[in-house]
């Protein structure tokens, strides 16, 4: 008998053995006992019949464990292990992070798409790009560039598409609009180049294909940068930050910046998506940050923002529901022991869990299943603050490891923060978001680099009362209408709809000021600095002849 005759023989039994064990593995209830491991194929059929929710399956497996780790073996003793022991996460992220990398075929999966970028690579490469990466962040000027960003996004793109919707009453999939929000920031602030993916015709761009025309214009952008010597870094993206640094090879910046690019694309929108769900079914809890939103400015500067307690507190509360990257893991360079007791042999892959840290009732208690954001503040009295305000408590990373912990935590968390907090602000004062599906209907969680929801997030977005004028004492700020009323004479619906653009526009109006005003600051030489202010100086003229020709009112 040959060999392939040998193998079709084996496959021949198997097949239907693994089929079988595959249906009897497949419970119409969520397993709550490890599942079986037989001979040769280990746990594969249950595996398989759980591909579909394989983190809520591995989460309810970690719940019903003694020592929150599961053991689960595949086919040929390909072993891995899911643990939310916080004492396991910061063994392996922190304790022995030297003993712990991403892996060989993790890097080969993702080599396409992220290179040698810092989340693709271990060692004295990852080690260096990480200190490059980290003095970028922590420069004032890219953060406030980053606001810049953010605010023009959200008043001239994000708020208009939703006013148009909400006055003809139309369903948007408010995940889609976000993906397309945070790819159109992420690659200004990265690349400075945009790709204008969020347009109020939604075009049907592929990712892939305009990622690609990002990436190459930034290339055309590395080799203008490389010519040009500039003064100044005040607004300059993150490319332009690293190759003015003295980081000239041109496949080692890039393969940073994509990394970035990918990492700020999904998870900002993914978090964002199941936040505005929590708070359609906590009304409550919707109220307490619209009040702390109407507090702060309309344009809140960075001070407030960063004193915005109880919406920090409620974005923790729903990322811990809902982790944008609900699973994460490393491979064991060496034999080892984690502190569970759980034995590691070298090769096998160790994998945290953040969606299921997020259910143990060890950790938030038996309340876990609900929203709150108060578990994560205190008052005047508890030693924390004297002034009687919130004061926001953080968790410990390691019981809470959704923007990683250890040597590789997250750079990017605090600017993540600023721009979640600036997004839910810019939308809550003007809009309650209703979900489309009938009540009670949860949306499906679905996970593949990051959390999602199936289909979609389909909602319909209504302007609050103060918007619709049945309250006009909250409108401020500088607007042609200094309390945000109607004229005397009333308006039309129509005419309303004009004053809305036109409150809109005047807004966008006063973003273009401070930005025009920065920009000369900031890019005082160079023919491409003096370009760029021309063009904000002829949109700011077309944007101020609009206004004269559509009203009479006086100008701000």
């Given at each position: 008998?040959?060999?392939?005759?040998?193998?079709?023989?084996?496959?021949?039994?198997?097949?239907?053995?693994?089929?079988?064990?595959?249906?009897?593995?497949?419970?119409?209830?969520?397993?709550?006992?490890?599942?079986?491991?037989?001979?040769?194929?280990?746990?594969?059929?249950?595996?398989?019949?759980?591909?579909?929710?394989?983190?809520?399956?591995?989460?309810?497996?970690?719940?019903?464990?003694?020592?929150?780790?599961?053991?689960?073996?595949?086919?040929?003793?390909?072993?891995?292990?899911?643990?939310?022991?916080?004492?396991?996460?910061?063994h392996i992220l922190k304790t022995k992070f030297y003993d712990y990398e991403k892996g060989s075929k993790s890097r080969q999966t993702l080599f396409d798409f992220l290179g040698n970028g810092i989340f693709n690579i271990d060692g004295d490469s990852w080690k260096f790009q990480?200190?490059?990466?980290?003095?970028?962040?922590?420069?004032?000027?890219?953060?406030?560039?980053?606001?810049?960003?953010?605010?023009?996004?959200?008043?001239?793109?994000?708020?208009?598409?939703?006013?148009?919707?909400?006055?003809?009453?139309?369903?948007?999939?408010?995940?889609?609009?976000?993906?397309?929000?945070?790819?159109?920031?992420?690659?200004?602030?990265?690349?400075?180049?945009?790709?204008?993916?969020?347009?109020?015709?939604?075009?049907?761009?592929?990712?892939?294909?305009?990622?690609?025309?990002?990436?190459?214009?930034?290339?055309?952008?590395?080799?203008?940068?490389?010519?040009?010597?500039?003064?100044?870094?005040?607004?300059?993206?993150?490319?332009?930050?690293?190759?003015?640094?003295?980081?000239?090879?041109?496949?080692?910046?890039?393969?940073?910046?994509?990394s970035f690019i990918l990492a700020g694309r999904d998870t900002t929108s993914a978090a964002l998506t199941w936040y505005f769900w929590l708070l359609s079914q906590n009304p409550e809890i919707e109220k307490e940050i619209l009040r702390e939103i109407k507090d702060k400015s309309?344009?809140?500067?960075?001070?407030?923002?960063?004193?915005?307690?109880?919406?920090?507190?409620?974005?923790?509360?729903?990322?811990?529901?809902?982790?944008?990257?609900?699973?994460?893991?490393?491979?064991?360079?060496?034999?080892?022991?984690?502190?569970?007791?759980?034995?590691?042999?070298?090769?096998?892959?160790?994998?945290?869990?953040?969606?299921?840290?997020?259910?143990?009732?060890?950790?938030?208690?038996?309340?876990?299943?609900?929203?709150?954001?108060?578990?994560?503040?205190?008052?005047?009295?508890?030693?924390?603050?004297?002034?009687?305000?919130?004061?926001?408590?953080?968790?410990?990373?390691?019981?809470?490891?959704?923007?990683?912990?250890?040597?590789?935590?997250?750079?990017?968390?605090?600017?993540?923060?600023l721009q979640m907090k600036r997004v839910v602000a810019g939308i809550l004062r003007r809009f309650k978001v209703v979900p489309a599906a009938e009540d009670g209907v949860e949306p499906v969680f679905v996970s593949f680099a990051t959390s999602k929801m199936e289909g979609g997030?389909?909602?319909?977005?209504?302007?609050?009362?103060?918007?619709?004028?049945?309250?006009?004492?909250?409108?401020?700020?500088?607007?042609?209408?200094?309390?945000?009323?109607?004229?005397?004479?009333?308006?039309?619906?129509?005419?309303?709809?004009?004053?809305?653009?036109?409150?809109?526009?005047?807004?966008?109006?006063?973003?273009?000021?401070?930005?025009?005003?920065?920009?000369?600051?900031?890019?005082?030489?160079?023919?491409?600095?003096?370009?760029?202010?021309?063009?904000?100086?002829?949109?700011?003229?077309?944007?101020?002849?609009?206004?004269?020709?559509?009203?009479?009112?006086?100008?701000?």
């Amino acid at each position: 008998m040959s060999i392939i005759e040998l193998f079709a023989s084996v496959a021949l039994l198997l097949v239907p053995l693994f089929f079988y064990l595959t249906r009897n593995s497949r419970s119409k209830a969520p397993s709550k006992s490890n599942p079986k491991s037989y001979p040769l194929i280990g746990s594969s059929a249950a595996i398989f019949a759980n591909r579909n929710r394989t983190t809520q399956w591995t989460s309810d497996l970690i719940q019903s464990s003694p020592t929150v780790t599961v053991v689960l073996r595949r086919f040929l003793d390909d072993t891995r292990v899911f643990t939310g022991n916080p004492a396991n996460v910061q063994h392996i992220l922190k304790t022995k992070f030297y003993d712990y990398e991403k892996g060989s075929k993790s890097r080969q999966t993702l080599f396409d798409f992220l290179g040698n970028g810092i989340f693709n690579i271990d060692g004295d490469s990852w080690k260096f790009q990480r200190q490059v990466s980290s003095h970028e962040f922590n420069t004032k000027s890219l953060r406030k560039f980053m606001e810049t960003v953010v605010d023009t996004e959200v008043s001239q793109r994000l708020i208009p598409i939703l006013s148009t919707a909400a006055a003809n009453n139309t369903v948007l999939d408010l995940q889609d609009i976000l993906q397309r929000f945070a790819f159109d920031n992420i690659c200004k602030i990265a690349f400075g180049h945009d790709p204008a993916y969020l347009l109020p015709d939604l075009p049907e761009a592929e990712f892939a294909k305009t990622f690609d025309d990002a990436a190459k214009i930034s290339s055309g952008r590395k080799k203008k940068q490389e010519l040009s010597n500039k003064p100044s870094l005040e607004t300059v993206d993150l490319l332009s930050r690293f190759l003015s640094s003295g980081h000239s090879d041109e496949d080692f910046v890039t393969d940073i910046v994509i990394s970035f690019i990918l990492a700020g694309r999904d998870t900002t929108s993914a978090a964002l998506t199941w936040y505005f769900w929590l708070l359609s079914q906590n009304p409550e809890i919707e109220k307490e940050i619209l009040r702390e939103i109407k507090d702060k400015s309309e344009s809140p500067v960075y001070e407030e923002v960063k004193d915005m307690v109880y919406t920090h507190a409620s974005l923790c509360e729903s990322m811990r529901l809902y982790p944008p990257v609900p699973i994460d893991g490393k491979v064991a360079l060496r034999d080892d022991v984690l502190p569970d007791g759980t034995v590691i042999k070298k090769g096998m892959r160790v994998l945290y869990h953040p969606y299921a840290m997020g259910r143990l009732e060890m950790l938030w208690g038996p309340d876990w299943e609900e929203f709150k954001p108060d578990r994560w503040l205190q008052r005047a009295g508890d030693g924390v603050s004297n002034d009687g305000k919130w004061s926001f408590v953080g968790r410990d990373p390691y019981s809470y490891p959704v923007f990683q912990a250890g040597p590789r935590i997250c750079l990017g968390k605090d600017m993540a923060f600023l721009q979640m907090k600036r997004v839910v602000a810019g939308i809550l004062r003007r809009f309650k978001v209703v979900p489309a599906a009938e009540d009670g209907v949860e949306p499906v969680f679905v996970s593949f680099a990051t959390s999602k929801m199936e289909g979609g997030f389909p909602v319909s977005p209504n302007l609050t009362a103060e918007q619709t004028g049945e309250d006009n004492s909250s409108m401020q700020g500088d607007s042609p209408v200094s309390n945000g009323s109607l004229p005397a004479h009333g308006m039309s619906s129509a005419s309303f709809g004009k004053h809305q653009t036109l409150m809109e526009g005047w807004e966008a109006l006063e973003f273009d000021r401070n930005f025009l005003e920065h920009a000369f600051n900031s890019l005082q030489s160079g023919k491409e600095g003096l370009q760029f202010v021309q063009e904000i100086t002829n949109h700011l003229q077309e944007l101020w002849k609009l206004g004269m020709r559509n009203t009479s009112w006086s100008a701000p």
